[in-house]
Every structure is written in C-alpha cells, then in structure tokens.
C-alpha cells in the first residue's frame, strides 16, 4: 500500500452502471461513445455502497477545459484533492478479481474516510493498468 496526493479537484462528467458489476464495461463503452477521446484524458471509476449495501458505480471521465457537456445526459461530479491510500496494478485484465481484492484490503486502512469512495485512476481510454485508491 503507497501513499498518493491528488495535488488539485479533477472535474470529471459520468454515467451511472444500472448493475454492478455487470453492466460496467457497457457504461464504459457508452460514456466513450459520447465523448471525444482527446490525449490526456483520464477515466475513472468511483464507487461506494448505498443506503441498502448495494455498489453504486460510476464511470467517468475527465473534464478537459475545451470541453462543454452542458446539453447531454452526463452528470457532472468532482473528485477532491486530498491523500489516499493506493494500490497500482498493471493489466488488472489478468486477473478478473484484483481490482475487488485490492478494494477489499484498501477499505481496511486505518485512516479511512467514512465518507470517501473507491476511485478507479486510468491514464486513458485503453489503459490496462490502473491505480486503486480510497481517501484517508
């Protein structure tokens, strides 16, 4: 586990998955289909539980500042600066269970926000790797 500071907010828009984990990978390919792919671009996951105990997730992407989604069915959230606890693991694809695993052992920290979530970081579109955080 590594110690990592988002130095600044990152506005991000998102589409909510209507099912966790299933229908992840389609809500990826729709925010994509609805946004242009530009370099430097980050995509992230960001999940917690709900009232009920169920995952809520969202994917989202970063707000570049020539961008203007104010006329589509993206919402908008922002992801605060602050330290977390992370975990980075390349191709996370080899392994169907690693990103749920390393969620399971980053929850455990002692230092954990309450009131944070699980972020998904991933360079691009395409990134195989991916840092795994939660707000300490």
Same mark, same amino acid.
């Given at each position: 586990?590594?110690?990592?500071?988002?130095? !600044?907010?990152?506005?991000?828009?998102?589409?909510?998955?209507?099912?966790?984990?299933?229908?992840?990978?389609?809500? $990826?390919?729709?925010?994509?289909?609805?946004?242009?792919?530009?370099?430097?671009?980050?995509?992230?996951?960001?999940?917690?539980?709900?009232?009920?105990?169920?995952?809520?997730?969202?994917?989202?992407?970063?707000?570049?500042?020539?961008?203007? *989604?104010?006329?589509?069915?993206?919402? !908008?959230?922002?992801?605060?600066?602050?330290?977390?606890?992370?975990?980075?693991?390349?191709?996370? *694809?080899?392994?169907?269970?690693?990103?749920?695993?390393?969620?399971?052992?980053?929850?455990?920290?002692? !230092?954990?926000?309450?009131?944070? $979530?699980?972020?998904?970081? $991933?360079?691009?579109?395409?990134?195989?790797?991916?840092?795994?955080?939660?707000?300490?």
């Amino acid at each position: 586990m590594e110690r990592y500071q988002i130095a !600044q907010n990152i506005e991000v828009v998102f589409l909510k998955a209507a099912n966790f984990p299933h229908d992840v990978p389609a809500t $990826y390919e729709q925010l994509h289909a609805l946004i242009p792919d530009l370099p430097g671009r980050r995509y992230f996951g960001i999940s917690h539980p709900d009232s009920t105990g169920t995952i809520q997730y969202k994917a989202a992407a970063e707000v570049l500042p020539s961008d203007d *989604f104010s006329n589509t069915e993206l919402q !908008q959230f922002t992801i605060e600066k602050g330290d977390f606890a992370a975990e980075y693991i390349v191709n996370h *694809f080899k392994d169907s269970n690693c990103i749920g695993d390393t969620f399971k052992a980053l929850l455990k920290h002692p !230092q954990l926000d309450p009131n944070g $979530y699980c972020l998904e970081v $991933y360079k691009n579109y395409t990134d195989k790797d991916v840092h795994c955080m939660v707000r300490v």
